[in-house]
């Protein structure tokens, strides 16, 4: 079963700006801690995109997104945004929405997506040259 939901993927031109949501599926309700992004394209693995301590606010990247991707908090608790800019066409892949409901102290592992309990189907993003 999916607990979360994403939306705002598409087929954009390399330079071009697209912004993911995620929130809670329908009657799924949790508290979380941590939430993030995640990538996987095919023939490789899920990679960490951005990820939110929501209490605090404090966020880290992957290098290769640091100054064109933003993550942000929605006015619910359980809602995240991915603001994506300047897009490339190696940020093609499928977006996952992931949150964790218990914190994690080694901020090494907040891009690890085994540290995650709930995710989203996915969305879709590819950019083209």
């Known amino acids: 079963q999916v607990q979360l939901v994403e939306s705002g993927g598409g087929s954009v031109q390399a330079g071009g700006s697209l912004r993911l949501s995620c929130g809670s599926a329908?009657?799924?309700?949790?508290?979380?801690?941590?939430m993030g992004w995640f990538r996987q394209a095919p023939g490789k693995e899920r990679e960490g995109v951005a990820v939110?301590?929501?209490?605090?606010?404090?966020?880290l990247y992957v290098d290769s997104v640091k100054g064109r991707f933003t993550i942000s908090q929605g006015d619910a608790e359980n809602t995240v945004y991915l603001q994506m800019n300047s897009l490339k066409p190696e940020d093609t892949a499928m977006y996952y929405c992931?949150?964790?409901?218990?914190?994690?102290?080694?901020?090494?592992?907040?891009?690890?997506?085994?540290?995650?309990?709930?995710w989203g189907q996915g969305t879709q993003v590819t950019v083209s040259s």
């Open positions: 939110m301590q929501i209490r605090s606010g404090a966020t």
């Open positions: 992931a949150a964790r409901t218990v914190d994690l102290p080694k901020t090494a592992d907040w891009g690890d997506p085994t540290s995650y309990m709930y």
């Open positions: 329908y009657g799924f309700t949790y508290r979380p801690y941590l």
